[in-house]
């Protein structure tokens, strides 16, 4: 890729995070769940995190017109305890904005792994593939946890119901 093909999909990549931070952050601004709250405060601020990543290596391209060798951040886990507890099982249901929220959630995050994931195929350079394999990478962890979440849902609410046939 040239670097104005690069800039276009740091912008792009961009715009996904800022999306994604409006959308976490909207989130848990309007649950009334406080666990619900702080999952969303932290992906939201983890959104923030990229966005300014992406921004100083988007200026770092404008200025070497090349992906410089990067110093990418360690990916914390900062969703260790963060599981899906009793207590927010109960405040959620199937049909709770909550519920809504994490599968839309697991939508953006898909979108989010596949697009770096193009990224990273269509790279020139390494620095290139590497920014984009760790952004995909990333954004996985963030999905493994919605997923993690929706399914913990989903179990809870077809116990609750008696839905399973056993």
Do not use: C
Request: glycine share 2%.
């Amino acid at each position: 890729m040239d670097t104005s093909k690069s800039l276009e999909i740091l912008k792009m990549a961009i715009l996904m995070e800022r999306k994604g931070h409006a959308f976490y952050n909207q989130v848990a601004k309007t649950t009334q769940s406080q666990d619900i709250k702080t999952v969303f405060e932290t992906m939201a601020k983890e959104e923030i995190m990229h966005e300014k990543f992406l921004s100083d290596t988007f200026k770092a391209i404008q200025k070497e017109n090349k992906i410089v060798a990067l110093s990418l951040p360690k990916q914390e886990d900062a969703f260790s305890g963060l599981i899906l507890t009793e207590k927010i099982k109960k405040e959620i249901n199937a049909a709770s904005y909550e519920a809504a929220a994490i599968s839309a959630a697991i939508d953006m995050e898909s979108n989010a792994i596949k697009v770096y994931a193009e990224f990273a195929q269509k790279a020139n350079s390494k620095e290139e593939k590497e920014l984009f394999e760790w952004l995909s990478n990333w954004e996985r962890s963030h999905h493994q946890i919605l997923i993690e979440m929706d399914k913990e849902l989903k179990e809870a609410i077809w116990y609750d119901n008696q839905f399973w046939p056993f």
